[in-house]
C-alpha cells in the first residue's frame, strides 16, 4: 500500500441566501466537485466523504477512483434516495491511493470499523452474551437472562446467540413441562385456574397444587441436564431411567420418563431445519421497504440451523451493492467464517469479495446465489423472515412485502418497487376517450393519488396515441412539482409503471420516457382471452406468470383495479355527456350554461323540480334562460 496520499478539496458556502440563489449555489457547487473528481486518477483507493463539519459520512473502495468518485456528482436522476441524501450533505472528500482493489477493501473495513460513517451500513458488533438462569430456592424456574446478577440464581453460559439460547429454553420447557408463566411458587398455588399450556400438556401446572415439590424437582433437574448436555445426552440418561423404571415395576414412572423421550423426539423434528448437502453454511437474504431493509441472516452448523440474526437498518439503495456492503461488514466483525456462504441475489464485485473472505478465514471461501433445489428453498425461507421484520415495521403484512420482493425479482429489478403506477385507457368507438392511473404504495391502493385524464390531443379511438399522451402530461408535472419541491403526488417518481397492455403499448411509451430522461422500469399486463392477467410484456417480449405465485396475485388486483377505475371514469363522462346534451337542447342553454347547472344543481331531477328565482341564482344564468328552462320542464310535464 503506498503512503498516506491524501487530496481534498472544501468549498465553502454562503450564509443567509434565498431559497433559488441556495439551489444555484447547490448545483455550483456539485458541479466543482465533479470537477475536482475528474482530475482524480484511474487507480485503485479509497474516498472519504465529509460534510461541513468535517465529519466523515460515507467510505467506499474503487477500482478506479476518477470513474467512481465523479458518478456521485453527475446527474442526480439514475441515484437512490440514500445516494442522493449523501451526495446533498457533502462538502468535500479526500482519498487513499492503494496498489490494488483487494488493498481498497481491506482499508475501507479498516476505516469504516474505525468512522462509523453516517450513510455505510453499520452493524453493532456482537459482544453480548446470553445465560440460561435457574432460580434459586424451592419450586425454581428456568429462564433466559442477558447478564449475572448476584441473585443466588445459577447461570449457565455464556451463549452468543439469543435466538439458540431462547430456542434451547422454549424446548426444554415444553419437553418436561415446566412452567413458563409469571406466577411465583409457591405463593400462587391454588391462587388462580391453571393456563392454557396445562390443558395442551406443555405445563405440569404447579399452580394447581396437583404436582408434589420433588416430582417437580426431577423435571427441573432433567431440563437442566437437557440444556447442560444436549438431546443426545439427555436420551440417553432418561432411556436408562426408564428403564431402571421398568425393571423396578415403577410403570407409572416409566411411562412419563417414555412420554419425556418422545416429546424430545418430536420437537428434535419440528424443530430440524437441515442443509443436508451443506451441513457448515451461512445463509443471507435481504428485504426492502419503504425507508426500511431487513437483512437476514441464517448459520448453519451440522446440518441444522443453530443460529439467525436479524439486522433492520434504514434504507440500503442498490441491492448489489446493499449485499457487497452487508457482507464485508457483517464478516469483518467475525472470527469463523463458514466455508459457504449463500445469498439471495446478485452482488457487486463478488471475486474481490470472495478473495477477502478466503484471505480472512485462510480457506477458500464459496459465495453462490441458488436458483434451485434445496439450498433455493433454505434462501426463500430466509428472505420470508426478512420480509417479516420488514413487514412488522413497515405495517404491511407479509404477503405484501413478499409479493413485492418476488415482483423484483421477476422483473430484474434491484429492489422491490414500493410506489408503483398503472394506466389504462377507455373509451367507446372513439367517444369520450379516457384515462385512469391508478397507484400502490407498499402492496396497497393509494387512492388519495389516483388520478383521471381526459384525452385532449386527438379524437377518435388509437390506445397507444392515448398512452403516450397520457403518459407525457403525467411526467411534465413530474417536473413542475419537483421545480416547486413538491415531493408527492406527481412530484414524486414512482418506482415502477404498469401499462394495461402489451408490447404495443410499452414500445409507444417507452419513447416518451426517454425523450424526458427518465429511466423508470416500463412494463405491460398482457390479459388472455377471459379477460384475465397472463404475462408481463417487456420492451420485446414476455415474461410469464405462474398463478401460484404471491407476484401473480398482486399483479392481477392491479390491472382488475385501474380498469375498474378507468372504466369508471368513462361511464361517468358519458352519463354526464348524455345529461349536457338534454339541456343544450333547450333554447338559450349551450355547453357553458349547461356545466353551471349540473354544477349547481347536480341531477337532472333537481333542476327539473327548481323554481325559477332558484334557476335565476345559477352562475352565468339570466333570467330570460332560466325561463326557458323552466318551461322546456315544465311543459314537458304537463305534456305527460
Avoid at 405440569?204 to 415439590?213: D, E, L, M
Avoid at 436458483?371 to 413497515?394: H, I
Avoid at 327548481?610 to 314537458?636: C, Q, R, W
Wanted: hydrophobic share 35%.
Amino acid at each position: 500500500m503506498q503512503g498516506n496520499n491524501y487530496w481534498c478539496i472544501k468549498y465553502k458556502k454562503a450564509i443567509n441566501v434565498s431559497k433559488e440563489d441556495a439551489m444555484t449555489e447547490k448545483e455550483n457547487h456539485l458541479k466543482e466537485l465533479r470537477s475536482r473528481a475528474m482530475r482524480l486518477p484511474l487507480s485503485p483507493g479509497v474516498y472519504i466523504m465529509h460534510d461541513k463539519s468535517d465529519k466523515i459520512i460515507y467510505i467506499g473502495k474503487a477500482k478506479a477512483l476518477k470513474n467512481r468518485v465523479s458518478q456521485y456528482f453527475g446527474s442526480q436522476k439514475n441515484h437512490d434516495n440514500k445516494v442522493r441524501k449523501m451526495v446533498s450533505n457533502v462538502e468535500y472528500f479526500e482519498y487513499i491511493l492503494t496498489d490494488s482493489e483487494f488493498e481498497a477493501l481491506v482499508l475501507e473495513c479498516s476505516l469504516i470499523k474505525q468512522h462509523t460513517p453516517k450513510y455505510n451500513i453499520l452493524l453493532k458488533d456482537d459482544k453480548g452474551y446470553h445465560y440460561i438462569k435457574i432460580t434459586k430456592g424451592a419450586w425454581p424456574k428456568i429462564s433466559e437472562a442477558k447478564q449475572i446478577l448476584d441473585d443466588g440464581a445459577t447461570y449457565i453460559g455464556p451463549y452468543i446467540s439469543s435466538w439458540a439460547t431462547k430456542q434451547s429454553i422454549d424446548e426444554a420447557l415444553k419437553i418436561f413441562k415446566l412452567p413458563s408463566c409469571s406466577r411465583n411458587f409457591p405463593q400462587d398455588i391454588g391462587k388462580r385456574r391453571p393456563c392454557l399450556n396445562y390443558y395442551i400438556k406443555q405445563c405440569c401446572a404447579p399452580c394447581s397444587g396437583k404436582i408434589r415439590q420433588k416430582e417437580y424437582d426431577e423435571y427441573v433437574e432433567q431440563a437442566i441436564e437437557f440444556l447442560r448436555g444436549g438431546s443426545a445426552k439427555c436420551v440417553r440418561e432418561l432411556t436408562e431411567k426408564m428403564n431402571d423404571a421398568a425393571e423396578s415395576l415403577e410403570f407409572e414412572k416409566a411411562a412419563k420418563i417414555r412420554d419425556c423421550l418422545n416429546a424430545i423426539k418430536r420437537m428434535g423434528d419440528r424443530q430440524k431445519v437441515v442443509a443436508v448437502r451443506y451441513p457448515v453454511q451461512d445463509i443471507i437474504a435481504l428485504a426492502q421497504g419503504d425507508m426500511i431493509s431487513c437483512f437476514e441472516v441464517f448459520r448453519f452448523m451440522d446440518g441444522r440451523l443453530s443460529d439467525r440474526e436479524t439486522f433492520l437498518m434504514g434504507e440500503t439503495g442498490n441491492s448489489k451493492a446493499a449485499r457487497t456492503e452487508f457482507i464485508e461488514r457483517y464478516y469483518s466483525m467475525r472470527e469463523r467464517i463458514p466455508p459457504r456462504i449463500c445469498i439471495d441475489g446478485s452482488a457487486e464485485d463478488l471475486g474481490l469479495l470472495k478473495e477477502w473472505l478466503s484471505k480472512k478465514a485462510g480457506k477458500k471461501i464459496v459465495v453462490s446465489f441458488p436458483q434451485k433445489g434445496e439450498q433455493a428453498k433454505l434462501v426463500e425461507m430466509c428472505r420470508n423472515n426478512a420480509a417479516e421484520q420488514v413487514a412488522q415495521a413497515t405495517g404491511r403484512t407479509v404477503r405484501e412485502a413478499s409479493a413485492l420482493d418476488e415482483l423484483a425479482r421477476l422483473l430484474g429489478m434491484d429492489k422491490p418497487p414500493v410506489y408503483i403506477e398503472s394506466y389504462d385507457i377507455s373509451n367507446l368507438n372513439g367517444s369520450e376517450n379516457v384515462a385512469g392511473m391508478v397507484v400502490y404504495k407498499n402492496g396497497r391502493p393509494l387512492k388519495s393519488a389516483y388520478r383521471k385524464f381526459k384525452i385532449k390531443s386527438f379524437s377518435g379511438q388509437d390506445d397507444y396515441a392515448s398512452m403516450q399522451e397520457v403518459i407525457e402530461r403525467r411526467f411534465k408535472e413530474y417536473f413542475i412539482a419537483k421545480g416547486k419541491n413538491i415531493t408527492d403526488g406527481f412530484g414524486r417518481l414512482p418506482d415502477l409503471i404498469l401499462l394495461d397492455g402489451g408490447k404495443g403499448q410499452v414500445g409507444a411509451v417507452l419513447p416518451i420516457l426517454k425523450s424526458l430522461e427518465l429511466s423508470v422500469p416500463l412494463f405491460g399486463m398482457v390479459k388472455d382471452d377471459k379477460h384475465r392477467t397472463r404475462a408481463i410484456a417487456a420492451n420485446g417480449g414476455e415474461i410469464a406468470i405462474n398463478s401460484s405465485r404471491k407476484a401473480f396475485t398482486l399483479i392481477s388486483s392491479i390491472q382488475d383495479e385501474v380498469h375498474r377505475f378507468a372504466i369508471g371514469y368513462h361511464h361517468d363522462r358519458r352519463k354526464k355527456a348524455t345529461i349536457s346534451s338534454t339541456l343544450t337542447s333547450i333554447e338559450g342553454i349551450g355547453s357553458a350554461r349547461a356545466k353551471a347547472l349540473l354544477r349547481y344543481f347536480q341531477t337532472i331531477n333537481s333542476i327539473r323540480n327548481a323554481d325559477l328565482n332558484e334557476l335565476i341564482n345559477v352562475p352565468g344564468m339570466t333570467k330570460p334562460a332560466a325561463e326557458k328552462v323552466f318551461n322546456y320542464f315544465h311543459s314537458n310535464c304537463e305534456k305527460s
